[in-house]
């Protein structure tokens, strides 16, 4: 069974497209998107199915905006509709846990904008392009 491992999030490295994010990242989540099926019955005596369902896998950003030439949201404002290459490494630092996504996500800009005084802060769900690989480098 092992001993409790717990770890705390604190490094982590993801580029999309040419950008790479993780210095402005505040928050972050790769969701594989899988819906459980509506329960099929029949009167046939073993006529209990589960529907299939297609995953919708998404991934979540929260960044400290920064409008930089090059820039992440320099990057999603300027490639509107391209799809474009992701990479995030995952716990890089521990080589017994360090695991990798690899996919493509559709770029769209992210709204901008918020109340006077509050620290400007990027939003965005991007729609990942088929399911994410899972690896371990």
């Known amino acids: 069974m092992g001993a409790l491992t717990a770890r705390r999030l604190k490094l982590l490295n993801l580029t999309i497209g040419t950008v790479s994010v993780e210095c402005q990242l505040s928050s972050w989540n ?16 073993d006529g209990v199915t589960i529907a299939e369902t297609d995953a919708e896998p998404t991934l979540q950003l929260k960044t400290y905006s920064k409008w930089v030439v090059g820039g992440f949201e320099d990057f999603c404002w300027n490639n509107r ?14 080589p017994a846990e360090h695991v990798r996504w690899n996919g493509q996500v559709l770029v769209q800009p992210a709204p901008v904008g918020g109340d006077r005084g509050d620290q ?10 088929d399911d994410p690989v899972f690896s371990r480098p």
């Open 120 to 129: 400007e802060m990027t939003e965005i769900t991007f729609m990942c392009i």
């Open 81 to 94: 509709g391209v799809v474009a290459d992701f990479q995030l490494d995952h716990h890089p630092d521990i």
């Open 30 to 45: 790769l969701d594989p998107g899988i819906q459980d099926g509506d329960r099929l019955r029949s009167y046939c005596p």
